[in-house]
C-alpha cells in the first residue's frame, strides 16, 4: 500500500522567512513523488516533481529515500506562495500502485 | 488551448436523490481521472479511463457510483442514490497518457442534506 503524510495542517510565515512544508511516505518500491498547488479560486496543479530536479518558482524539493520524505522548501517566501500544497506519490507506472495518492495538504500562508 | 470543463461547478441535493457530473478534457487527451475531495482531504482516485477503457476502478463505491467515457472524450460520473458522506468536491482531470501531467478540471462542489 502506498500512504503519503503531510503532518501539518497550517504554516503561516511573514514575507521573506524561509518555508518548509513536510512530506513522508510510505512505499516499499521506488515511487515518483510531486507537490501540487492550488491557489485561492483556481484549479489543483503540478508544481513540481521529483525526477525533474529543477526550481518552480524558488520552491526545491528533494527525494530522501532514507528517511522516505520529500520535503517543499523555499528560501524566502512571498505572499503569492500562499495556498494550498499537497504531496502525492505513484508507486509504479502501470497496475495497482500506478495511480496518485495524494496527502491531505497544507496551508501555506504568508504574511506582509 | 482551453483547460478540462466540469459542470454544473455546485448542486445540493437531498439524500436518495440521484446526481450526475459531467467532464469535458483537454481536446486529445486519452486518460481521464474522476476524484473525490472530501472537505480536509487530499483528492481520492475514484475512477481512470484510457480512452474509453477502465483502468483503475478500484476505489470506486460501485453500488452506488458509476462512470462512462463514451467515445473517449466526455464522461459522466453518477452517483445514484447518494448519502450524506458523499457531500465532497469531485474532481477531474487529464492527460496525455498515464504517467503524463495530470490537469484538472475547477470541480463540482457536491452538497448532500
Known amino acids: 500500500a502506498q500512504r503519503v503524510t503531510q503532518p501539518e495542517k497550517l504554516l503561516s510565515v511573514f514575507k521573506g522567512a524561509p518555508v518548509e512544508l513536510k512530506c513522508n511516505y510510505s512505499?516499499?518500491?521506488?515511487?515518483?513523488l510531486f507537490w501540487y498547488v492550488q491557489y485561492s479560486r483556481q484549479r489543483l496543479q503540478l508544481l513540481l516533481r521529483h525526477i525533474s530536479r529543477e526550481s518552480i518558482k524558488g520552491f526545491t524539493a528533494d527525494l530522501n529515500k532514507g528517511e522516505t520524505s520529500f520535503h517543499l522548501k523555499k528560501p524566502f517566501a512571498q505572499e503569492e506562495d500562499s495556498a494550498m500544497y499537497y504531496c502525492a506519490l505513484r508507486g509504479e507506472t502501470t497496475g495497482a500502485n500506478s495511480k496518485l495518492t495524494f496527502g491531505k495538504g497544507i496551508t501555506l500562508s504568508v504574511r506582509p | 488551448e482551453a483547460g478540462v470543463a466540469q459542470s454544473p461547478r455546485y448542486k445540493i441535493i437531498e439524500k436518495r436523490q440521484s446526481v450526475a457530473f459531467w467532464c469535458n478534457p483537454i481536446s486529445g487527451h486519452a486518460t481521464l481521472y474522476w476524484y473525490q475531495q472530501i472537505l480536509g482531504q487530499g483528492p481520492k482516485l475514484l475512477i481512470q479511463?484510457?480512452?474509453?477503457?477502465?483502468?483503475?476502478d478500484s476505489q470506486l463505491p460501485k453500488d452506488r457510483f458509476s462512470a462512462e467515457r463514451l467515445k473517449g472524450v466526455d464522461s459522466t460520473l453518477k452517483i445514484q442514490p447518494a448519502k450524506l458522506e458523499d457531500s465532497a468536491v469531485y474532481l477531474c482531470a487529464s492527460s496525455g497518457g498515464h504517467g503524463y501531467e495530470q490537469y484538472f478540471g475547477p470541480g463540482t462542489r457536491l452538497t448532500v442534506t
Open positions: 479511463f484510457q480512452n474509453n477503457g477502465v483502468v483503475d
Open positions: 512505499y516499499s518500491g521506488s515511487p515518483e
